[in-house]
Each structure stands twice: as structure tokens, then as C-alpha cells.
């Protein structure tokens, strides 16, 4: 296994000094938010592992298909020699998809999650022991840096699950100028992007029968709990997701069911009855639309593929 001890991986400091202010800040709102970045301890990154097993939720059932349907093609695109960047990793299972006909200088899983992500090299490390594995626990929403000993090969940046949604569209093509910033002219961006479908199929696929997703929602309030010792009652509210069709966006809140008062790290906090809290949108695009914020970041479009339904798009580009 390539992962030796002086790149495992370890947790920030003062987490309660960096998180406290922003979480602090949203909630203090009209409407309150949440920063979706809390879903990702330990706990909710496993449910999240439990979504995407869900018949509802299409997106990595679709998405594999397609990675494994056009494999070639995609591991063709990126060449041969290029460090892997995986911001928000979480398990290392989409890399999977990819291996072992991609051959990688290095492979570079980011996450938020620490003890998940470490958890998760370690095993792929172990199926795969010839691949450098070189993970950072960072919030890549708030900057992309490798940091690491490859500045000789060029970055291909691997953003599935459409998690490019979850940003609002001015911050996504930031987001996408931030990655295009590490390449110097050279690697590439593959990037998985949902598209826009009948209300009726995204409705389910964020409210799962099984309750899983409200589960996954719920447990961002004991992260924070957890993180800023703080006493927000999980029971005292219920998940909520619709489907906005004007603003072609999912829009993901936990709605208070009873009035509440509560504190985090010091601060105290107020909850209504029917109030609702922000957690998540994940906007939903047109391929053409999702191509046109790519090229404003700075990108140019190389190849994309697509399911027979054309419910998910897998998509290539290249520094322009």
C-alpha cells in the first residue's frame, strides 16, 4: 500500500474557532441556513454512502453506468501520468469506477471528513498498493490546493455526483476557475453534472422511502452539536425537499415542528414552529448550460457522455 505514514492525514485545529462564526452567522438569518459542508462527519458520511444505494436516488446508479460504459474513452481523455485531484472524496469508491485502466502519477482524495477519509484510502490503498495515494483533509469549498509532491505532472480534477450543484451558479464557476488555477495551462476537469428531468423523479430521489436522506439532514444539527457543543434538539424537526422547477434546483431545509430554544458554542438561538432551515440546494442543468459556466471558468469542452434516458452527464474539458 502507497500511504505511508508521513501522508496520513489529520483533522484542522480549533474547530470550534474556524466553524463557529459562519455557522453562528447563518443561523442568525431570515431565512436560516446551513452550510451543507456539516452533513460530512463520520456518521453522515456514512448515510450518505446509504444514498447512493437507494433505488430512488439514480445518480450514482446512472452515473456508473456511464463511467463504466464509456471507461476507455474517459481514461483515453485524461492520458496517462496525471495526478487524480478528488476533491470531496469521502469513501474513494467513484476512483473505482476508473481503475486500473487509468494510470496515475498520483491519486488526490479530498475530504472534509477525516477519520472517514482515512478509513477510506487505507482501503483502496490495500486493492490497489501500486497507486500513490495522497490524501487531504480540507473544505475544498473554500480553496483548491494540492499541496503535494507531483507539480510535475499536470492535476486532473475528478468532481462527481453532480456535487457541482450544491453550489449556486456564480459560485460554481469560482469554484471551477479555483481548479483551473492549478494547472498552469495543462490537465483537466471531469465532471459529473444532473440534469434537469420530471419533478416527480427528483422529488423521490431526495425523499427516499426508506428515510435515509432525512436521516442524512437531520444529523447535520448533532454534527453541530457535536462540533460547537451545543444542545439543538434532532427531534424537534423534520426534512423537507422540493423540487423548484423556476430556479431548476432542489432545495433541501430542515423544517422546525416545534418552537425551540437552543445554544451553540455560547450563542444562544431561536427556533418557530414551521420555520425552516436551509441546508442544501443541488441545481440541476441542461448540459449546454452546465458548458457554458465551464467556459466562463475558463474551460473548453473536450467530450460528454450520457445515459440513453439523458438523465446524468458525464463531462471532460480542458484548460482553454
Known sequence: ?????????????????QVAPGVIEGLSQSPKRVSPKYFYDEKGSA????????????????????IERY????????????????????SCKKIRWLLPELELAAYVPMDISGEHLQASAVSLGKDYPKLKILPQVCDHTQGIGTNVAVSNTPPVFFYPGSSVGNFEP????DFMRAMRAQM????????????????SVLHAAYND????????????????????????????????????????RIEMHLRCIENHSAQ????????????????????????????????????????????????????????S
Not at 500500500?1 to 474557532?17: F, G
Not at 498552469?184 to 419533478?199: C, F, N, P, R
Open 47 to 66: 448515510l450518505f454512502d446509504a444514498i447512493t444505494e437507494l433505488k430512488e436516488y439514480y445518480v450514482p446508479r446512472v452515473e456508473k453506468e456511464i
Open 264 to 319: 451553540l458554542a455560547g450563542h444562544p438561538l431561536e427556533f418557530v414552529e414551521g420555520e425552516l432551515v436551509h441546508t442544501e440546494y443541488s441545481y440541476k442543468y441542461h448540459p449546454d448550460e452546465f458548458t457554458a459556466l465551464a467556459k466562463s471558468a475558463g474551460f473548453a469542452p473536450v467530450k460528454r457522455w450520457q445515459d440513453d434516458e439523458c438523465w446524468f452527464a458525464v463531462m471532460y474539458f480542458e484548460p
Open 184 to 199: 498552469q495551462g495543462a490537465g483537466g476537469l471531469l465532471i459529473g453534472v444532473d440534469t434537469k428531468k420530471d419533478a
Open 1 to 17: 500500500m502507497n500511504l505511508s505514514t508521513a501522508q496520513k492525514i489529520k483533522q484542522p485545529a480549533d474547530e470550534l474557532t
Open 209 to 248: 422511502s426508506a428515510g435515509v436522506t432525512a436521516q442524512f439532514n437531520i444529523n447535520l444539527l448533532s454534527n453541530l452539536n457535536r462540533l460547537l457543543d451545543g444542545d439543538i434538539d434532532p427531534g424537534k424537526f423534520v426534512h423537507h425537499a422540493l423540487y423548484n422547477a423556476e430556479r431548476g
Open 170 to 173: 456564480a459560485a460554481a464557476v
Open 71 to 90: 471507461r476507455v474513452e474517459i481514461c483515453a481523455a485524461i492520458g496517462t501520468g496525471t495526478t487524480l485531484v478528488e476533491p470531496g472524496a469521502g
